[in-house]
C-alpha cells in the first residue's frame, strides 16, 4: 500500500530564509506524488507534482521538490521564505489503482517569522 | 472557470439528526471524490465517483455514511444519525487525470 510520512508536524522559518519540508514515501511502483497547500480558511491548492519525468519539478510561488527514489523522499523547499507562505503543507500520493484516489500526510503546518 | 462548490459552508446539528453535504464539481470532470478532514489532520479519503457509479466507497466509515451522484454533476454525501466523532470539514474533489481540484470543503459540527 502507498503511504507518505511528513517528518515534521511544525517548522518555523524567518522572511528570507530556505524552507525545508521533508516527506518520505512508500511505494510498491513508482508513484505520483503531489505537494499540496492549504491557507487558513481557504481550500487546497496543488503546489507541484511529480509523475515519473523529471526528478526536479517546480511548482508555483517559487516553490520545488525533487524526487529521489534511493531515499524514498520528496522533500519541498523553497529558496526564501515570504510570509504569505505560512500554511499549512500536504504531502500526497497517489494510490495508483483505478480510483486515482490520493493518500495524504498529516500537514506541516509553516510559520513564517518577520 | 468556475471551480467546484460545495454547499453549505458550515453546518450545525445535533448529533442523531441526519444531513446532507452537497458538491457542484468542475463541468465536464468525469471523477469525483469525497475526502474527510478531522481537526489537525490530514485528509481520508471517503468515496470515488465516476459518472455516476461509484466503483470504490471503501473510505465510507460505517453505513451511516452514503454519496449519490447525477450522472457526471452534483453529489450529495448523506450521514444519517449523525455522531460526534463525525464533526470535520467534508472536502469533494474532481477531475478528468491525476490532478484533483478541491472546493472550499463544509465544515460540519455536531454537537
Known amino acids: 500500500a502507498q503511504s507518505v510520512t511528513q517528518l515534521d508536524s511544525h517548522v518555523s522559518v524567518s522572511e528570507g530564509t530556505p524552507v525545508l519540508l521533508r516527506c518520505n514515501y512508500s511505494?510498491?511502483?513508482?508513484?505520483?506524488l503531489f505537494w499540496y497547500v492549504q491557507h487558513p480558511n481557504k481550500g487546497l491548492q496543488l503546489l507541484l507534482k511529480?509523475?515519473?519525468?523529471?526528478?526536479l519539478v517546480k511548482g508555483i510561488n517559487g516553490f520545488e521538490a525533487e524526487f529521489k527514489k534511493s531515499e524514498t523522499s520528496f522533500h519541498l523547499t523553497k529558496p526564501s521564505a515570504h510570509m504569505s507562505d505560512a500554511a499549512e503543507y500536504f504531502c500526497?500520493?497517489?494510490?495508483?489503482?483505478?480510483?486515482?484516489?490520493?493518500?495524504f500526510g498529516t500537514g506541516t503546518l509553516l510559520a513564517v517569522q518577520p | 472557470g468556475a471551480g467546484v462548490s460545495q454547499s453549505p459552508s458550515n453546518k450545525v446539528t445535533e448529533k442523531g439528526k441526519d444531513v446532507e453535504l452537497r458538491c457542484d464539481p468542475i463541468?465536464?470532470?468525469?471523477?469525483l471524490y469525497w475526502y474527510r478532514q478531522r481537526l489537525g489532520q490530514g485528509l481520508e479519503f471517503l468515496i470515488y465517483f465516476q459518472g455516476n457509479s461509484a466503483p470504490d466507497k471503501s473510505g465510507l466509515p460505517s453505513d451511516r455514511f452514503s454519496a449519490e451522484r447525477t450522472g457526471e454533476s452534483v453529489s450529495t454525501l448523506t450521514i444519517q444519525r449523525t455522531q460526534q466523532e463525525d464533526s470535520a470539514v467534508y472536502l469533494c474533489?474532481?477531475?478528468?487525470?491525476?490532478?484533483?481540484?478541491f472546493g472550499p470543503g463544509t465544515r460540519l459540527t455536531v454537537t
Open positions: 474533489a474532481s477531475s478528468t487525470s491525476y490532478e484533483q481540484y
Open positions: 511529480y509523475t515519473s519525468a523529471a526528478t
Open positions: 463541468s465536464g470532470h468525469t471523477a
Open positions: 511505494s510498491s511502483y513508482s508513484p505520483s
Open positions: 500526497v500520493v497517489s494510490d495508483g489503482g483505478a480510483t486515482n484516489k490520493l493518500i
